[in-house]
């Protein structure tokens, strides 16, 4: 598979990309779908930074466009025109193949759906992503059961999804999304289907998660409670960043 190079070192990169400061850079994006003969403008000329290591929250209403930026910077959708780099590097344009494995080794999701594999042990679900990787099972397992452990769930790695609750759900879904160290990690609704006590509990552990690794958080929500772990929110309009609260992110070390 072709490799992109991301950096977010201090080094310069192969692909003679220079690390950057910041994780996301979004200019200009914009995002149409065709309905019809008809061209409907989803994002409309998005522009902001988020910083390595900063913890940010799109936020608005059903319908405004968060979860399709979302899938802009998670590379599972392609803007219509504008640039999104990651870490400095311009990912606007990647083939299907280069999408994939910047997904694979440099960004984590967790889903307000959770997203399991019904037939698979939580331990075969976190596992997953190391498969793709090419990591030998051996090692994938220990790794698997190693995340599943930290997360709490020492003792429900060979449960299936049917059997544990949804709070459990979310946890496994975000070992999975942990397990290869991503640099970015991409939060959908991710306490959408939890009662309130479990959605605290799984907001607490995701910044616990991120204050161990450094790694960049982008969490989209309509729940201004949800919101508030965030440092800086980014409030969405029709397809539009229309006001900012917080201040700029200061780099994790």
């Known amino acids: 598979m072709a490799q992109v190079i991301v950096s977010t070192g201090a080094a310069p990169t192969t692909s003679g990309v220079q690390p950057s400061r910041s994780m996301i850079e979004v200019r200009e994006v914009r995002k149409d779908y065709l309905d019809g003969s008809m061209h409907v403008p989803v994002l409309r000329g998005v522009d902001f930074n988020v910083a390595a290591g900063e913890a940010v929250a799109l936020l608005g209403p059903s319908g405004c466009g968060k979860s399709t930026l979302l899938n802009i910077l998670g590379c599972l959708d392609r803007p219509s025109s504008g640039i ?63 995340i599943l452990q930290r997360v709490g769930l020492a003792g429900r790695l060979h449960h299936r999804p049917n059997q ?19 640099k970015l990690l991409l939060a959908d609704e991710p306490t959408g289907a939890l009662d309130t006590q479990s959605g605290r509990e799984v907001l607490a552990l995701i910044s616990e998660l991120r204050e161990e690794t450094g790694m960049t958080l982008v969490i989209v929500t309509h729940d201004a409670s949800v919101a508030s772990i965030a440092e800086r929110r980014l409030e969405m309009s029709d397809g539009q960043i229309v006001a900012e609260h917080g201040s700029a992110g200061v780099q994790h070390a």
């Open 84 to 146: 999104y780099r990651l870490a400095g590097q311009d990912v606007s344009h990647l083939s299907r193949e280069q999408e994939a494995w910047v997904r694979l080794h440099h960004i984590g999701f967790v889903f307000q759906s959770f997203h399991l594999i019904g037939h698979a042990t939580a331990l075969e679900n976190v596992a997953l992503p190391l498969y793709y990787a090419g990591v030998p099972r051996k090692q994938r397992e220990a790794l698997a059961a190693a």
């Open 164 to 182: 544990l609750s949804g709070g459990q759900r979310q946890r496994t879904a975000i070992a999975r999304a942990c397990v290869t160290k991503p």
